[in-house]
C-alpha cells in the first residue's frame, strides 16, 4: 500500500492504512469485492459492499490501482462493474469518500459521476472528508 498510496501526501502512515483493509473485508464483502491480476500480480482492487442499513445504497470503501496501470480505465471498469451488482440488487445510490488531499480521487470521481461535498470533522474531530454520491 506504501507504493501505491504513498505520493498522495496526506498525513496516514501505512499502519494506518493497512488498518482500512483487515482481514473482515476480505472474509464478509466477497461478494461485493474485485481483484484484478496480471500473471498473477495485483493489479487493481475494490473493496464494496450494499448497505446494510440504507436498502437503496451501496458504498465503495477502498479502490486502488497499480500506479503503472493508472489512465487506462481499470479504475472505470471496476467501478462499472460495482454500479452493475448495485443495481442488480436494487440499489440506486452510490456513496463513498476520500481525503481532502486526494486530488487524484476527486478528479476520478468527479469522471465517474459522482457530486462531492466536503464534510468536516467526517471521521473525527479535525478529520475532514469528501463525500461523493452517485444516482444510478
Ligand atoms: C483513483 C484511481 C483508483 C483511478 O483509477 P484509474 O484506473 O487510474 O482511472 P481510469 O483510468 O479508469 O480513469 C477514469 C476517469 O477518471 C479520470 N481520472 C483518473 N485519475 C485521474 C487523475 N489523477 N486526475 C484527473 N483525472 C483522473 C480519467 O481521466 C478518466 O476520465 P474519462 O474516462 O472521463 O476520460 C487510481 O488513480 C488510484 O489507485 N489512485 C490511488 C488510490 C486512491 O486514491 N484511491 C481512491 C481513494 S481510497
Known amino acids: 500500500m506504501e507504493n501505491w498510496w504513498g505520493g498522495i501526501g496526506?498525513?496516514?502512515s501505512a499502519h494506518d492504512r493497512a488498518l482500512l483493509l483487515p482481514r473482515l473485508y476480505f472474509q464478509h464483502f466477497t461478494d461485493s469485492s474485485y481483484v484484478i491480476e496480471r500473471d498473477g500480480e495485483l493489479v487493481a482492487f475494490l473493496i464494496g459492499f450494499l448497505s446494510q442499513s440504507r436498502p437503496d445504497e451501496s458504498y465503495i470503501h477502498?479502490?486502488?490501482?497499480?500506479?503503472?496501470?493508472?489512465g487506462t480505465g481499470v479504475g472505470?471498469?471496476?467501478?462499472?462493474?460495482?454500479f452493475d451488482y448495485s443495481r442488480e440488487h436494487?440499489?440506486?445510490v452510490v456513496r463513498s469518500i476520500t481525503s481532502p488531499v486526494n486530488t487524484g480521487s476527486q478528479a476520478?470521481?468527479?469522471s465517474m459521476g459522482f457530486t462531492a461535498a466536503?464534510?468536516?470533522d467526517y471521521d473525527s474531530?479535525?478529520?475532514?472528508?469528501?463525500?461523493f454520491a452517485k444516482t444510478l
Open 10 to 12: 496526506n498525513k496516514q
Open 62 to 70: 477502498f479502490v486502488g490501482v497499480d500506479p503503472a496501470a493508472r
Open 76 to 82: 472505470r471498469y471496476l467501478y462499472q462493474r460495482f
Open 90 to 92: 436494487g440499489r440506486t
Open 108 to 110: 476520478f470521481h468527479a
Open 118 to 120: 466536503v464534510v468536516a
Open 125 to 131: 474531530p479535525g478529520t475532514d472528508r469528501v463525500a
